[in-house]
């Protein structure tokens, strides 16, 4: 494979704004293959572990390797999508163009895109079910609409590895399923996807594996091993609304 | 229309085109000012250049200017980095820089005759006048020279990075991602917007630059969806600012830079009121329609 069946090894990894500590010591190896939640409370440091992973934020401590090597080694390799409401969704351009955007790491500086990557751009825009909408700007799509955009962009990357920030915050019903419809498939075809998510009730059905983090790793693991009242309860602590869902999610998954 | 007008025009409308050019991305970022901090900062560089050298000439003064220009847009950044808000950090750079230029102005210049309106804000009446010699053919104003090469240089550096400008002003995080220096970008366009604001001071004065660093762009930002067409759409809105803000200067026997800045104004107007996407008469005319087509699908 790509020189390491350990998709993403990271050791030590710490990251702080203005001295305080976001996330601590995060130490942990990720199988290839598989689909994961990253879940905890909010202030967790989930986005932070993502933006760790790639090299986003300056690290005060640990290292990350993805297939082996460095991350900046292995860019090819590796597709973000970033929370949707990081990006000026008034930007003068549509659908098609962002997705465009996904090819830009592969082609070099200087080098414009072309019809090899329209063509991609378009394959991507239809498997998440957004070809009618190719031209359309992108400030009139709804906020599904625009997640799945970002997703195109990802597959049109056509990484090995996805880290993606809440694809599912604030997406309507058809959405969510197409889009862990798409997760699902990914995996299937052996790429290893990386998820922040909010939503406990549907971990069980769709995630084979979660990481557990508020601050500090909590768990990671497949999620029948994992995912345990116990572990939910070291992560959201006294919070007992959550743990009242977590509980809910526990029993609908068992 | 005698050569002298037209080199007005020409001259106006390649400031007009590449203000509005390099603004539109100015626009897009949320930095839209920075052009009027630049204006004022730019003091202390002159300044400072004519203590360093003593020379009253254009040359160390436009580097002078130049070096801070840049100093403007790395310090705003530096600041906003630092937890200052964006608009702070602008207003606090370029006072602070303008101040210190009026102190040591003031202090130690205050004998020789630096003469900033004519250094500094060019007038653009006097454009056909200051010819560029090459040997000793004179080969048209020299503010159409400076102008022209600005705007090339602006054209090649944005379209040969034309990729990495848009996603570095669409999604900074990705761009990242992808491994593009966004910092370096950012500094690359800073630098351009540096040197555009310049050299239209210097040619036909500040009015003139700031207006067109926003207004087109800002006009054109309103009549399409696709970053090409708004950076097309500025230059031309630009150009169309100059040539109609001559003729009504010459009209109304009025100053040419304010008629220029002011047709700009109006055209931004009528692209506020009537552009068919986000013009506010047609949103409110397809609201309507909506609402129609409500009632009449309720009967």
């Known amino acids: ?254 | 229309m005698d050569s002298y007008d037209l080199a007005i025009i020409v001259t106006g409308a390649l400031v007009a085109g590449s203000c509005g050019f390099i603004g539109s991305f100015l626009i897009l970022r949320g930095m839209a000012l920075l052009g009027d901090a630049i204006s004022h900062s730019v003091l202390l560089g002159i300044v400072l250049a004519f203590l360093i050298t003593g020379d009253t000439s254009i040359v160390p003064m436009f580097v002078g200017a130049l070096i801070f220009g840049l100093l403007t847009a790395v310090m705003v950044q530096a600041l906003n980095r630092g937890g200052v808000e964006g608009d702070a950090a602008t207003g606090v750079t370029f006072t602070a820089f303008f101040a210190l230029g009026v102190v040591l102005l003031t202090a130690f210049a205050g004998r020789v005759h630096l003469d900033l309106d004519h250094v500094l804000y060019g007038e653009i009446a006097y454009v056909p006048w200051d010819l560029l010699y090459l040997g000793d053919v004179a080969i048209g104003p020299k503010a159409l020279w400076t102008m022209g090469i600005v705007f090339l240089i602006d054209l090649l550096v944005v379209g040969a990075f034309s990729k990495e400008f848009k996603i570095c002003s669409f999604d900074p995080g990705m761009a990242a991602s992808l491994g593009i220096n966004v910092a370096l970008f950012h500094y690359l366009m800073t630098a351009l917007v540096s040197l555009t604001t310049v050299a239209a001071f210097e040619s036909v004065g500040a009015i003139l630059a700031v207006a067109m660093l926003i207004v087109p762009g800002a006009t054109a930002y309103l009549l399409t969806d696709s970053l090409g067409r708004m950076l097309g759409l500025s230059v031309a809105v630009g150009s169309l600012s100059a040539a109609g803000g001559y003729l009504l200067a010459t009209w109304l026997d009025s100053s040419i830079s304010g008629a220029m800045a002011a047709t700009a104004g109006a055209l931004f107007l009528l692209a506020f009121l009537f552009s068919p996407t986000h013009g506010v008469i047609s949103r409110a005319l397809a609201r309507r329609r909506v609402g129609h087509r409500g009632e009449s699908m309720l009967q």
């Open chain 1, 1 to 254: 494979m790509h020189g390491s069946e350990i998709a993403i090894e990271v050791h030590d990894l710490s990251v702080a704004y203005h001295k305080r500590p976001v996330i601590w010591g995060i130490d942990f190896e990720l199988p290839s293959g598989h689909l994961v939640a990253v879940v905890g409370p909010n202030g967790a440091g989930k986005s932070t572990l993502l933006k760790g992973i790639l090299g986003l934020v300056p690290p005060t401590s640990g290292w990350v390797k993805i297939h082996g090597q460095p991350y900046h080694k292995q860019r090819r390799l590796v597709g973000y999508v970033p929370q949707r409401e990081s990006v000026d969704w008034d930007f003068p351009t549509n659908a098609l163009d962002v997705v465009m955007m996904g090819r830009y790491g592969h082609l070099g500086l200087l080098r414009r895109p072309g019809k090899k990557e329209r063509a991609i751009a378009w394959e991507c825009l239809e498997r998440v079910g957004m070809a009618d909408f190719a031209h359309r700007q992108i400030s009139q799509l709804s906020g599904g609409q625009q997640q799945r955009v970002f997703l195109a962009r990802a597959l049109a990357q056509d990484a090995q590895v996805y880290l993606m920030d809440e694809p599912l915050a604030g997406v309507d019903a058809a959405t969510e399923a197409a889009i862990l419809q798409l997760l699902s498939d990914l995996r299937r075809e052996g790429k290893t996807v990386v998820v922040v998510h909010h939503d406990l009730q549907t971990v069980a059905d769709y995630f084979d594996w979660v990481l557990l983090l508020n601050m500090r790793l909590v768990a990671i693991g497949p999620t029948q091993e994992v995912f345990t009242a116990e572990n939910l309860q070291k992560t959201y602590g006294g919070r007992l609304t959550l743990l009242a869902d977590a509980a809910h999610a526990l029993s609908l998954s068992r």
